[in-house]
């Protein structure tokens, strides 16, 4: 059964220019109706995934900050109310680094969140005005300190590999990073994905995305820093002190069940995938109209759950197992992965075995996309 809820507001001040995240901007938000909205889609996943306590509630969007505490404070009492919440819960809550939303940190603290994610993105001026963002450097660390001030745990990304990134200039933000005393950080090569406004900066010339060769410098240099300060990648893309790393986000990674309500979310739970209406205004239609604000609902084959398994769990600097995934769904541990590939790249020093256990190195990180495609059964993936 669940034991994760995902929370999604899908509203922002300002659509970033690299965010593909279903994020809307609006002149005003009927906090009231989306407070009936969110509990009655809550109570919807609750009915069907309920029986297990909570491990783990997050709040994403767009930006979750900009949410009333009152609402958060009500959306918490009642996921409570449902399924009950572990004695260790964490309650993550994104939040954009401005002054007007750090106002809100104590509002957010007293209505139980307890770890927050900030998006700095950033500690260069320059880079945060490329990368459409409304603050600047000053504005966010002193964010950062309200958010340490209030929260027991506190998180923040940034976005690397930027046009022109070099190594000396990375090295000097990333030390900076590090410096703040925070127990996570989320390190995010810059991409171009499609539909976005870099995507079409990029068709009409306005800026070259950095090469390969200077994405992968850049992803070594991390590595080695954050493991010399001592948060270790224990996900491609994410750096935790021990007993740091997100409760939240392993859930997903390590393919446990999870509820997912508001625009846009996806869920996984019971064996079944959930994806949400993603327009505010269809959502909310279609919560007042059934109950719930689900587009789509569908059974996941046993291959299928087990492709996603892999694929997930492979992103992970634990790996997987491939005996326990086996027996989960019930196919032989031989038929998940392409043995001699996995093999040949053991001897290239790409990939790892231990019983039944496999995954990435360190030297393979890199290169994961690739390796995923050699190493998960196309029958799987194609079942």
Known sequence: MARALYIHWPFCLKKCPYCDFN????????????RTALLADMRHEAQIAGGEPLHSVFFGGGTPSLMPPALVADLLVKAERLWGFDSAIEITLEANPSSVEASRFAGLAAAGVN???LGLQALDDAALRFLGRLHGVAEGLAALEVAQAHFRR????LIYARPGHDPESWRRELEQALALGTGHLSLYQLTIEDGTRFATDVRAGAFNPLDDDGAGELFVLTRELTTTAGLPAYEISNHARPGE??????TYWRYQDHCAIGPGAHGRRAGRATERHRKPENWLAAVARNGHGIRQERELGRSEQASEALLMGLRLAEGIDLAAIGDRFGIAPEALIVERKLELHRGHGLAWRDGSRIGVTEAGMPLLDALLGDLVAEALVTA
């Not at 506190?154 to 990304?157: E, I, L």
Request: aromatic share 8%; proline share 0%.
């Open 154 to 157: 506190v998180s923040f990304d």
């Open 23 to 34: 994020s809307h901007v609006r002149d005003g938000v009927d906090v009231a109706a989306w």
């Open 115 to 117: 770890r927050v994610s």
């Open 245 to 250: 790393q997100s409760r939240h986000n392993l």
